[in-house]
């Protein structure tokens, strides 16, 4: 039996949607984004006190992207992983990771948007930093994305898998402070990836993280 802890709107969600795309059953364990996440019972399953969480056989896994790989080689090793000795493997394992690189700058404007409640502890210069690295990892999904190669609708060249679902988590949360209005490669990869329905059951039904569609950058003040 597989059981996930998850947070909405968190790296959670790109385990969910992995989970909801393999139609294997799983029991799902749903916390709010609070220090309910800090509680001993919770650091049994993930120490650092973070989502995703998994028990799976009796065993116990943190860390999306070692749980992604995991349940691919286990469970689908060359519809959503590739296998060893693919030709995709490596660019398979490339974008996996890369979509970590993403996260952690919508990670921190979260932060500077969402969690820092006091206008006083934002940073504008942060806020403009990450915003400006989330678009340089926007233009790389777009450098591949627009490459002329046959059937490039998704990252790998042999179609859709899971880096197209843990970099499109990345992009969904990264969406909320940085448009893909310059991204047009980008935008129409999202748009196909979130189409499918398991990405529809692995949105929020409810209360996320975010309460606004888009957070603007925090204005300078001037004088």
């Not at 001993?40 to 973070?50: H, Q």
């Not at 990771?97 to 952690?104: G, P, Y």
Request: hydrophobic share 40%.
């Amino acid at each position: 039996m597989i059981t996930l802890h998850h947070c909405p709107q968190t790296r959670s969600m790109r385990t969910l949607w992995l989970l909801n795309e393999l139609d294997k059953p799983f029991h799902l364990r749903t916390y709010p984004f609070d220090k309910s996440l800090r509680e001993p019972e919770f650091l049994t399953r993930s120490p650092a006190g973070r989502v995703p969480a998994l028990e799976i056989d009796g065993e116990r896994m943190f860390e999306s992207g070692a749980i992604t790989q995991y349940i691919c080689e286990r469970f689908s090793p060359d519809r959503l992983g590739r296998s060893i000795g693919s030709p995709d493997r490596m660019a398979w394992l490339v974008w996996l990771h890369f979509a970590e690189t993403i996260s952690q700058h919508a990670a921190a404007l979260t932060q500077q948007h969402v969690v820092l409640r006091e206008d006083w502890m934002r940073s504008p210069i942060v806020m403009k930093l990450e915003a400006a690295r989330i678009a340089k990892c926007y233009a790389a999904l777009e450098a591949r994305l627009s490459t002329p190669v046959e059937n490039r609708d998704y990252l790998l060249t042999s179609g859709f898998s899971a880096v197209d679902i843990s970099c499109g988590q990345a992009v969904y949360m990264s969406q909320f402070f940085v448009k893909l209005d310059a991204f047009p490669a980008v935008a129409e990869w999202y748009e196909r990836i979130t189409e499918r329905p398991s990405f529809a059951k692995s949105v929020p039904q409810g209360d996320g993280i975010f309460d606004h569609d888009f957070y603007a950058p925090w204005p300078v003040k001037e004088g």
